[in-house]
């Protein structure tokens, strides 16, 4: 079970998820104390917490062991395993998001690859949104141009998306598309007229986040929404890290909320056969007596 459908407050549940306990196996080893202090309550809170949740955690197993004869009875462990040669097939036939650069598609290996997680760092200025707005319409052309057809999630951190710019960019695409068609002299017109700037716009999903906590319930949301939302083949994310870089005095803890969210949009990528694109800013850092750009927060 997620935190998420705990039966407690929504602040207590916020108030978790921020610190970064995202299921209730993370709750079975911390005492009340620590908890607590991490949460910023007090004690008795705490051991209120850690009562319901281990009284879920009860529920959840005993239910799991009613039904383990029927699972073992339906399912064969074996079933589960997979050949390198089928791996290889595999991510040899997945379908790739182009940058509409050829150069960074090589760098890339003919794309920004589905079930995968890309991270793409760079100073400020350097067109990281650009990028991110750019993948989020490319992801859309149809599949007899060589694309998914399929729909976008932009998560926006920093305020940078330009939807004036994601316009223009829509524009550019169709505009491409139509001399792809007469290069190839296909009878595409009834597909151009029917896509249209507005409907790319129409298809990408915004979220404009301002706090770290935001991003983590929304991160947690996810699975629900792509349930209901499979179309969608790519979710960016601009920028990662910005939330992450204040407001944090605890290190430890913020490794382990950055690892928990890393996680879950991996499990997210494979689970919905889709592309999550990171979008980084780099900081300086100091290595064997010299400053070199390093990704931030990594």
Not at 75 to 82: L, S
Request: net charge negative; proline share 1%.
């Amino acid at each position: 079970m997620e935190i998420w459908r705990l039966p407690i407050s929504a602040s207590q549940r916020g108030k978790l998820i921020s610190a970064g306990y995202t299921s209730l196996s993370s709750l079975s080893s911390i005492s009340s104390s620590d908890l607590a202090r991490e949460l910023n309550v007090s004690e008795s809170e705490a051991m209120n917490i850690l009562k319901v949740a281990s009284h879920s955690r009860g529920s959840e197993t005993s239910n799991a062991s009613c039904s383990i004869v029927e699972v073992l009875d339906t399912f064969q462990w074996w079933a589960g395993a997979q050949s390198a040669w089928d791996m290889l097939h595999d991510e040899e036939s997945l379908m790739h998001i182009t940058t509409s650069s050829a150069d960074l598609d090589n760098i890339l290996g003919g794309g920004i690859h589905c079930k995968e997680v890309t991270e793409i760092g760079g100073v400020p200025g350097i067109g990281k949104t650009q990028l991110g707005i750019q993948i989020a319409v490319n992801v859309q052309i149809p599949n007899d141009f060589g694309g998914l057809g399929g729909n976008s999630i932009y998560i926006d951190t920093e305020g940078s998306f330009m939807v004036e710019r994601a316009f223009q960019i829509a524009e550019a695409c169709i505009e491409d598309m139509s001399e792809y068609n007469r290069f190839l002299r296909k009878d595409f017109q009834e597909c151009k007229i029917k896509m249209q700037p507005q409907d790319i716009l129409e298809n990408i999903f915004y979220f404009r986040i301002c706090s770290y906590t935001e991003q983590i319930a929304l991160i947690n949301y996810l699975d629900k929404f792509l349930s209901e939302n499979k179309d969608v083949k790519v979710i960016v994310v601009d920028s990662v890290t910005f939330h992450f870089r204040q407001d944090f005095d605890d290190m430890a803890l913020r490794t382990r909320v950055l690892s928990g969210m890393a996680l879950k949009l991996m499990n997210l990528a494979k689970r919905f056969s889709l592309a999550v694109v990171l979008l980084n800013q780099v900081t300086t850092k100091h290595t064997e007596a010299s400053f070199q750009l390093a990704l931030a927060l990594v």
